[in-house]
């Protein structure tokens, strides 16, 4: 399974920014979806999570009432809509999926995306 992530950029403190990811060479709606992100000097952290038919999500606290985290299984496409960022939100995302785990141990994933960058000033 190939992942593609893309969106983010730069933002302003208190915006918003989407990040989508798109997936290949699977079947998208058996696997369950994690964001984790890396900051600057910092461990690579869970952010959100999905399941296969986007009945159950999970945010970390850091981000919980104003990230959303959904899916397109029609499209093979995993979103991660942002709002109300803060300067500590910058950091680059990541996409990864798994077949057999849902949860927010980065190890149990098995596949991954390269990563998009979000900036947020203050």
């Known amino acids: 399974v190939q992942l593609q992530a893309s969106g983010g950029g730069l933002v302003q403190a208190g915006g918003s920014v989407g990040v989508s990811c798109v997936t290949s060479g699977g079947t998208f709606s058996r696997y369950s979806v994690g964001w984790f992100r890396r900051s600057p000097g910092k461990e690579r952290e869970f952010v959100a999570t999905?399941?296969?038919?986007?009945?159950?999500?999970f945010y970390s606290d850091s981000v919980k009432g104003r990230f959303t985290i959904s899916r397109d299984n029609a499209e093979n496409t995993a979103y991660l809509q942002m709002n109300n960022l803060k300067p500590e939100d910058t950091a680059v995302y990541y996409c990864a999926v798994s077949l057999y785990y849902r949860g927010s141990d980065s190890q149990k994933y098995e596949h991954w995306g390269q990563g998009t960058l979000v900036t947020v000033s203050s």
């Open positions: 999905i399941t296969t038919s986007g009945g159950f999500t």
